[in-house]
């Protein structure tokens, strides 16, 4: 009798932190604007922030600076 296949037990999710799972939230149009926003350096984070909190969520400054530099479990090797 063979072993039954394991390799899901072994595959590790990718994890996200808050900021990414807060774009995750937000409507397709918006996600892309604060992809775009991320990576545009002239936009400071508060105004990221800002953006999010207007549309409900809960950002923190941060947070969302720890994502924009690479520092959050997102970018985890």
Do not use: W
């Not at 390799?7 to 775009?36: G, H």
Request: charged share 45%.
């Amino acid at each position: 009798m063979s072993k039954p296949d394991l390799t899901e037990f072994f595959e590790k999710e990718k994890r996200k932190c808050k900021t990414a799972r807060l774009i995750d939230k937000l409507e397709k149009d918006d996600q892309e604007k604060v992809a775009a926003a991320l990576e545009e350096s002239s936009i400071d984070s508060m105004s990221i922030v800002r953006f999010i909190q207007k549309r409900g969520l809960d950002a923190k400054h941060n947070v969302v600076i720890k994502h924009r530099k690479k520092e959050c479990m997102c970018y985890d090797k």
